[in-house]
């Protein structure tokens, strides 16, 4: 197995990688420095990723994929894993992550290089995506579920990355606790789903899924069926702000106006551009 398969699984943790590196900017180790190296150091973490996921990808390309499992925790019957899927679908939606992920934080430097919390923005940045790059190559609903709880923490404070700004803050509040109702139906049908299934992998689901036992059961009890497709589509449903669960995405489309920046710097307001 080429090694850029064998450690795919280190996608997701430049990102990680990225946010930790900030550190010192965000605490006020490096002051004289200013804060852009915390934000170049992002965009060379997710450069790297990039070049990382674009290489999987030609190697996995019209190969089949590989199945990487990783005991986490096993008490009597319940067994948990992680499971990665590195495929070329996986790779795809990782190249599009990292992608994405560079183009915004090359954007987000000319936007808020006067911002005083640049570090902070760009941990931030790195956090979440590590967290849907681990999504992009899980193969285990428990483990895609533990990164959507990451996701969602990053988005919350992305949103409510401006705290000083009163409609800021309730946007941050509204899209967390919409989020939690997505959370808790999804949590319902990982539960729901461990209880029958001996495992929360998604390759293992489908075969699990397809045995004529389950295909019975359910056949049986179809309103138990129902019911735990609506919870599993809940959680995503919630996070991508669909239809209902999309009534803060107004409240968080606001951008800083040249005063506002010049209020909160933490150099002096007599620079000539305020």
Partial sequence: MPWVVSYA???????????????P?????FRRSGQ??????????????LVHSSWLLISMWGQPGVEMVVPWFQ????????ALDISQNGAIASVLVCGISLVAQIYGLGSMETDWSLARFYALMGFFEGAIGGIALSDSLFLSYGLLELLTLSTYLLVGFWYTQPLVVLAARDAFWTKRVGDLFLLMGVVALSSLSESLNFSDLQQWAAT?????YFADHPW??????????????????????????????EVRTQRQFCETRWWSVAEPMC
Wanted: proline letters at 6%; charged letters at 10%; one cysteine or more.
């Fill in 9 to 23: 699984w280190l996608i997701p943790f430049y990102g990680f990688t990225g946010a930790v590196l900030t550190l």
């Fill in 25 to 29: 900017w965000i605490l006020g180790v």
């Fill in 36 to 49: 852009r190296p915390a934000a170049y150091l992002n965009q060379i973490m997710t450069l790297v990723g």
């Fill in 75 to 82: 008490v009597f019957d319940l067994n948990l894993t992680f």
């Fill in 212 to 216: 004529p036992e389950t295909q019975a």
């Fill in 224 to 253: 138990y069926g129902t019911l735990l497709g609506l919870a599993l589509i809940a959680g995503p449903v919630g996070k991508c702000a669909q239809f209902p669960l999309n009534l803060w995405l107004d409240e968080a489309m």
